[in-house]
Nanobody
Framework: QVRLVESGGGLVQAGGSLRLSCAAS????????TGWYRQAPGKQRELVAGITFRGRTNYADSVKGRFTISRDNAKNTVYLQMNSLKPEDTAVYYC????????????????WGQGTQVTVSS
């Protein structure tokens, strides 16, 4: 079973930066895509950014130009560099893996991390 562990969250002032990491561990064959989602109190979970195994990326409009997602396939780790943070970026950030295969020909599954809190003060 794949395990996703997020790290790098914390408290930062508006305008500051944080880098989140999502490390995948366990016995798995491949992961097709990984994304970062966030959920603020009283709001629905939303996609922030995603990246495929080949490096294709997509971003929510609200973070374009400020956040950058990247991955190191050798380390099975995905990063989210967050710059120019705003108070409205405050949320729990979750890592999500899509197309997780445990063997060749597997149908692909999904997995979530436990989340990491990001708080941006004004």
């Amino acid at each position: 079973q794949v395990r996703l562990v997020e790290s790098g969250g914390g408290l930062v002032q508006a305008g500051g930066s944080l880098r989140l990491s999502c490390a995948a561990s366990g016995s798995f064959f491949s992961i097709n895509a990984t994304g970062w989602y966030r959920q603020a109190p009283g709001k629905q979970r939303e996609l922030v950014a995603g990246i495929t195994f080949r490096g294709r990326t997509n971003y929510a409009d609200s973070v374009k130009g400020r956040f950058t997602i990247s991955r190191d396939n050798a380390k099975n780790t995905v990063y989210l560099q967050m710059n120019s943070l705003k108070p409205e970026d405050t949320a729990v950030y979750y890592c999500h893996a899509d197309g997780v295969k445990y063997y060749p020909g597997d149908y692909g599954r999904t997995s979530w991390g436990q989340g990491t809190q990001v708080t941006v003060s004004s």
